[in-house]
């Protein structure tokens, strides 16, 4: 017998029919023996749409009303997912953020959790319950309701794992686990058996939505064993999904690349002919970093007659307050000839952390794009990615030609193999020509 954390997202729970089935996973795992706490995001759609009525008033809303309003799409979801359970004759009982006392702190709509009071929930479940927890939303330390950011019921479902020692934390949801890429973009996109929690966090930080960011580095940081499914499987499937590890895999196995992530929400920004004097850089970011604006990639070219470009990403929806920051900054902290600024671009990453000990393969990702004739106008490197900016009118183009080049539609025991038949070949012509 185990204690599971399961996890299902809006699709999963995207009707009362998706409802039932998901009860009848619940149900199977209840029969087999195991404890269960589930956490339920808001049907699809319904979160969009609570954020729409409000913007519908007021173009800028109070950001706790917002989450005042965007936490109910959970709550109704924790409450049919009980009766669907109810009927199949099984004890379950709904909590909302609030009720268990999932703490976090005042950073309406990208809130932390901070704490959860996890006893009332141990006390159900020895009572033979099965514990439904609404995702996404949690209470601040004055009883204010908050939520975590979109995407943010796998944050609630892993932190419930860690808290509550759960042995794992399953996130169900539209795909059958971790693929390569988006199989939306990318149909001969590959479902990956496992991957390391070190490339998953990159890939999400990079523009994979099929985990939240932060879920994966819960996960991390309490080494919370988790595992992405599908819920649109028969619910008495036994698939095993994608699993997130946290060893090395030292075998051939190990691909070089395992995935490749986008990103369209973002936006570059370039500032031509900057003064080029130490304290520039600090001039013009300090300003945006003030306004609570996030950059990503920075590129600042080597100064010409004591002049430089300099150019930097954020998110595109903080584009326009950059642009005015900026604006209002010019002439003061540092002086430009132009502000130049381009909303129409995304960011294509390769992922994997075989690059550590492969060389070429930035090189071999440039010359993939070029021969599709697409500007790289950006690129950023760590150990195990290269990210490049492009127009976003190439992404789907520059996602399935990376994806084509690197192989990625095969196992990486596929590919190995064969390279080591052609190595083997070659040497021996070499041995019979030679000799
Ligand atoms: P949920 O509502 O269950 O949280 P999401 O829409 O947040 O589901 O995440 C699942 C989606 O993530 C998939 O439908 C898929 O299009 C997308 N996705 C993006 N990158 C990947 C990837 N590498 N592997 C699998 N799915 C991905
Ligand atoms: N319902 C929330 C959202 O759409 C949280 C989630 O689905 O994880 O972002
Ligand atoms: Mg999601």
Known sequence: ?????????????????????????????????????????????????????????????????????????????IGLLAIALHELGLKAKSYTGGQVRVLTDSAFTKARILDINVEPLHKDLAAG?????????????????????????????????????????????????????DPRIVPEARRLDRITFEEMLEMASLGSKVLQIRSVEFAGKYKIKMRVLSSFDDPESTATGTLITYEEDETMEQAIISGIAFNRDEAKISLMGVEDRPGVAYAILGPVAAANIDVDMIV???????????????????????????????GKGFTAREIISDNK???????????????????????????????????????????????????????????????????????????TRISEAFVWTDRHEGG
């Open 129 to 181: 319950a099965i514990v439904i927890v609404a995702g996404f939303q949690g209470v601040d330390a004055d009883g204010n309701i908050t939520t975590l950011g979109r995407g943010g019921s796998d944050t609630s479902g892993v932190a419930l794992a860690a808290a509550l020692g759960a042995s794992e934390c399953q996130i169900y949801t539209d795909v059958d686990g971790v693929y390569t890429t």
């Open 345 to 419: 671009i995304c960011k294509v990453s390769l992922v994997g952390i075989g690059m550590r000990s492969h060389v070429g393969i930035a090189a071999k990702m440039f010359k993939a794009l070029a021969d599709e004739g697409i500007n790289i106008q950006m690129i950023s490197t760590s150990e195990i990615k290269t990210s490049v900016v492009i127009d976003e009118k190439y992404l789907e183009l520059a996602v399935r030609q990376l994806h084509r080049v690197f192989e990625l539609d095969q196992s990486p025991q596929a590919v190995w193999t064969r390279n």
């Open 300 to 330: 600042q070219n080597i100064g010409a007659s004591g002049h430089t470009d300099f150019s930097f990403t954020v998110h595109r929806s903080e584009y326009q307050k950059a642009l005015e920051v900026l604006s209002r900054e010019k």
């Open 1 to 77: 017998m185990a204690l599971i954390v399961q996890k299902y997202g809006g699709t999963s729970v995207g009707s009362t029919d998706r409802i039932r089935s998901v009860a009848r996973r619940v149900a199977r795992f209840h029969r087999e023996g195991h404890q269960l706490v589930v956490v339920v995001s808001a049907m699809s759609g319904e979160t969009n749409r609570l954020l729409a009525l409000a913007k519908e008033i007021a173009p800028d809303p109070d950001p706790r009303e917002l989450d005042v309003i965007a936490a109910t799409g959970e709550q109704v979801t």
